[in-house]
């Protein structure tokens, strides 16, 4: 296939199945991460603002894949946009949704390409993001390459995967493309220091451009089963066999990330580098770096009064939140739960969500 295809040629899958737990009590499992506004100042949903950014790169609308149990969700987030939704029969990580979208993409559109990118992240300026993604999405069509999104670093970040690259291959649209020597996932701190002075290394930013024989190919290699469940399954001529054997199918897929799935041990790897600002938003600690904080460093939503507090993230969903004399807390209330801890320990608020399941407090879950 020749360099540069069309705007027909080219496929786009937002993946949106995410539970976003670390975001918990705003997000719920009927409120998942990607349907709140969690980007800085921006008003938007996640998932209405990744569409808004990936609308005019295709032709077609993007399939959205994610499991049926947030369809409403998604679709009340969504406001004018339009997408083909894809059904997932359970949530069960991205290998196997990235693997159902390559699918659709060889039937619909077998000599074009792919791109994959997920609902719910932080990226700017938008002209330098779909110039990376155009970018990727050329040298997906003229190589035998997976493409994926490498962005430069600014600091030791310990929650993220890493790419370590490798020799440069080519420049498409002014970007440069380095071969993906290996991947180091979420490393720690000392580590990430490391990485980040050695020059060497690209954040992972889970968008991934490829001509999709050239995916299934590596999916047919490294997770022969997942492959074959889901071809039996598209096969089936009726729309309620298909779903009945779609569901078999999921079921017996194992949950693996498409990163630990395939990309990690794919044959050929390439990345785009891009610089551009990027976080995938993965706690409330994301939202103190892109909210304009007010002259004491609090960064606030919602009716909230503040004396003598300094440095504080506030989440006032639902009443009024009040704070005097505090430093450094991240305070969220909602209809039914406040909840509060130090900046700095976003990641653990799973925890609180597991001990609730414990603690058989589904209804603060739902």
């Not at 310990?158 to 020597?181: N, S």
Request: glycine share 10%.
């Amino acid at each position: 296939m020749a360099a540069g295809p069309s705007a027909s040629d080219l496929r786009i899958a937002v993946l949106a199945g995410g539970s976003g737990t670390r975001f918990w009590p705003l997000g719920r499992q009927s409120r998942p991460k990607q349907v709140l506004a969690l980007d800085g100042d921006d008003r938007r949903p996640l998932f209405a603002a990744t569409l808004d950014r990936v609308a005019p790169l295709a032709r077609e609308a993007p399939w959205v894949v994610a499991p049926r149990g947030i369809e409403h969700a998604l679709r009340a987030a969504a406001g004018r946009h339009a997408y083909a939704f894809v059904g997932e029969p359970e949530p069960k990580n991205t290998a196997v949704a990235v693997a159902l979208a390559a699918l659709l993409c060889r039937k619909e559109a077998p000599d074009g390409v792919l791109l994959v990118v997920p609902a719910d992240h932080h990226v700017s300026p938008l002209a330098g993001y779909r110039a990376a993604l155009r970018a990727m999405v050329e040298r997906a069509a003229s190589s035998e390459a997976l493409v994926t999104l490498g962005l430069r670093p600014d600091h030791p970040a310990t929650g993220y995967g890493w790419l370590e690259v490798g020799r440069k291959v080519a420049g498409t649209r002014g970007l440069p493309v380095h071969r993906v020597a290996r991947y180091v996932e979420k490393p720690s701190l000392g580590v990430a220091k490391r990485l980040l002075a050695g020059k060497k290394h690209r954040w992972n930013g889970g968008t991934f451009a490829f001509r999709p024989e050239v995916f299934l190919a590596e999916v047919k290699r490294l997770l022969p089963e997942m492959l074959a469940g889901l071809e039996g399954a598209l096969a089936v001529r009726t729309r309620k066999g298909r779903d009945l054997a779609l569901a078999r199918a999921y079921r017996a897929c194992a949950s693996v990330s498409v990163d630990h799935g395939i990309m990690e041990r794919a044959r050929h790897v390439e990345t785009v580098a891009a610089s551009i600002d990027w976080d995938d938003l993965g706690s409330f600690d994301g939202l103190a770096r892109h909210r304009a904080p007010d002259a004491d460093g609090n960064r606030v939503r919602g009716q909230v009064t503040l004396v003598d507090a300094q440095g504080c993230v506030v989440e006032a969903d639902h009443g009024h939140v009040a704070l005097l004399g505090v430093k450094d807390l991240i305070v969220v209330r909602t209809r039914d739960t406040v909840l509060v801890l130090p900046r700095g320990q976003g990641e653990r608020v799973r925890e609180i969500v597991k001990r609730l399941e414990a603690e058989g407090r589904g209804d603060l879950l739902r």
